[in-house]
C-alpha cells in the first residue's frame, strides 16, 4: 500500500497586455472623466462600449459620442455567492444595461443589495469610483431614479 | 491624475487549483525531497523515464512500483536557450539559459537553468546540479537551484542525439 497522493496547489495566472488601438484608447481614457463614449454607426444608431467596426457591416467606426450614464436593466442575472475575482465581494447581479442614448446593451454589474431589489426594465445609474483609472472597473451601476 | 491617453489594457487571467499529484508523482516527489532524483524503467524497453510518471507514454503499460530507478544529479545539455526576454513569475536576472539536461541514465530530458558562461554553453556540455542546503529542501524540483558546468570533456553527440 502506498502513501497517499500529495495535493498542492498550483495557481495559473498571467496578464495579458493589450494595446487598445486609437477608439478604444478615447472610451477608457472617457471613464477616467467619468464619462462613457459610445460609437455611432451610418443608420445612426449608437453602440455602448464603442467599438472599432459595425459588427453588421464590418465598416470601421470612429464617431464618438457621449451617452448618458443612466440607464434601463434588459436581464440580469444574480450572483449570490462572488467569487475571489468578481468585482465585488458581495452578492450583485451581472446585467445588461441600455445606457440613455444607447441603441445596444453593455454587460456590467448591478450593486443592488439584494436579489429582490432587481426587475428587468428598471432603471439604473452609475456609481463612480471616488478615484478613476481609466478601466470598466471605475464604476458599477446602483438602482436609480 | 495623468492627463495622458490610456493606451494599454491590463488583463489578468488566474485559475486556482488543487494540484493531486498521484501515486507516481508523489513517490518522485517524496524521493528528491531526500535529495535523491526518481526515474521509471519502461517494462517493454527498458528505457527510464524521468521524472518518474504512471505508466509509459509509448507503450501504454503501468510501470511497476519494482520499476523506480535511482539517477545521478548529473547529465548532459542535450539543447539549450538564451532567454533575454523576463516573465512575471521567473525572478532571474537577464539574460539566463535554460536547458535540457539529459541525466546520465535517463532516457527523457530534464528542463532547468544553467549557471554558466553564456559563451561557453553548448551541446553535449557536462553539468551537475547545484541543490539548496539540505534543511531547506521539501517536495519539490526546486530543491535544485541550477545546474553548472562540470570539468569534463563533453559527451560525444551519439551518446544524446536522439534526445535533441
Ligand atoms: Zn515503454
Redesign the pocket.
Request: with cysteine; charged share 15%.
Given at each position: 500500500m502506498s502513501e497517499p497522493s500529495l495535493t498542492a496547489p498550483h495557481q495559473l495566472a498571467y496578464t495579458y497586455k493589450r494595446s487598445l488601438g486609437p477608439v478604444l484608447s478615447r472610451f477608457f481614457t472617457a471613464l477616467r472623466d467619468r464619462k462613457i463614449l459610445g460609437v455611432k454607426r451610418k443608420d445612426g444608431t449608437v453602440l455602448v462600449p464603442a467599438r472599432e467596426y459595425d459588427p453588421d457591416t464590418a465598416e470601421s467606426l470612429d464617431e464618438l459620442v457621449e451617452v448618458q450614464d443612466t440607464g434601463v436593466v434588459r436581464s440580469w442575472s444574480w450572483v449570490p455567492k462572488p467569487r475571489a475575482q468578481q468585482p465585488l465581494d458581495h452578492p450583485f447581479a451581472y446585467a445588461l444595461v441600455q445606457l440613455d442614448g444607447a441603441d445596444t446593451t453593455m454587460l456590467h454589474v448591478v450593486d443592488a443589495g439584494s436579489e429582490a431589489q432587481m426587475a428587468t426594465g428598471m432603471r439604473v445609474k452609475a456609481r463612480w469610483a471616488k478615484e478613476t483609472s481609466g478601466a470598466i472597473t471605475d464604476f458599477v451601476f446602483v438602482p436609480g431614479e | 491624475m495623468s492627463e495622458d491617453p490610456i493606451e494599454v489594457f491590463l488583463q489578468p487571467i488566474q485559475l486556482d487549483y488543487d494540484y493531486t499529484a498521484g501515486v507516481s508523482a508523489s513517490r518522485f516527489l517524496r524521493a528528491i525531497e531526500q535529495g535523491k532524483l526518481l526515474g521509471q524503467r519502461?517494462?517493454?524497453?527498458?528505457?527510464v523515464?524521468f521524472p518518474s510518471r504512471g505508466s509509459?507514454?509509448?507503450?501504454?503499460?503501468p510501470f511497476a512500483d519494482d520499476g523506480a530507478v535511482e539517477l545521478p544529479d548529473r547529465g548532459t545539455i542535450v539543447t539549450y536557450s538564451i532567454v533575454r526576454v523576463p516573465s512575471e513569475n521567473i525572478p532571474l536576472e537577464l539574460p539566463y539559459i535554460t536547458v535540457q539536461v539529459l541525466l546520465d541514465g535517463a532516457d527523457t530530458v530534464l528542463m532547468h537553468v544553467l549557471d554558466g558562461d553564456l559563451d561557453t554553453v553548448r551541446m553535449g556540455l557536462r553539468v551537475e546540479a547545484v541543490w539548496k542546503p539540505k534543511e531547506e529542501w521539501t517536495t519539490s524540483l526546486a530543491n535544485i537551484l541550477y545546474f553548472r558546468p562540470l570539468d569534463e570533456p563533453d559527451a560525444d553527440y551519439d551518446s544524446y542525439k536522439e534526445h535533441i
Open positions: - | 519502461c517494462p517493454v524497453d527498458g528505457r523515464y509509459c507514454p509509448q507503450h501504454a503499460v
